[in-house]
Nanobody, 115 residues
């Protein structure tokens, strides 16, 4: 069965960095788009970054120039490098992949940016 397991969240000061990882299993990882979403308290879940099977990336305007999504197909892992973090980046971050009409989600990892 499809599994997505995030790790790497935590508490960081404004201006700091974190790297999130998402380990995937149960499907042919290299064939699918992989996405990072986030959901802040009281807000809707939003797409943060996306990477296609060929490595082409797209980003939300709010994170362009600060976040980098990448993938390691041999490890079936997608990463989100987050630099110059701001308090408004505080959220639960989720790994996602869509296969056909079905969305698969990880359990989420909390990122808190605070001094």
């Amino acid at each position: 069965q499809v599994q997505l397991v995030e790790s790497g969240g935590g508490l960081v000061q404004p201006g700091g960095s974190l790297r999130l990882s998402c380990a995937a299993s149960g499907f042919t990882f290299s064939s699918y788009y992989m996405n990072w979403y986030r959901q802040a308290p009281g807000k809707e879940r939003e797409l943060v970054a996306r990477i296609n099977p060929g490595g082409v990336t797209t980003y939300a305007d709010s994170v362009k120039g600060r976040f980098t999504i990448s993938r390691a197909n041999a490890k079936a892992t997608v990463y989100l490098q987050m630099n110059s973090l701001k308090p408004e980046d505080t959220a639960v971050y989720y790994c996602n992949s869509r296969m056909g009409t079905k969305d698969y989600w990880g359990q989420g990892t909390q990122v808190t940016v605070s001094s």
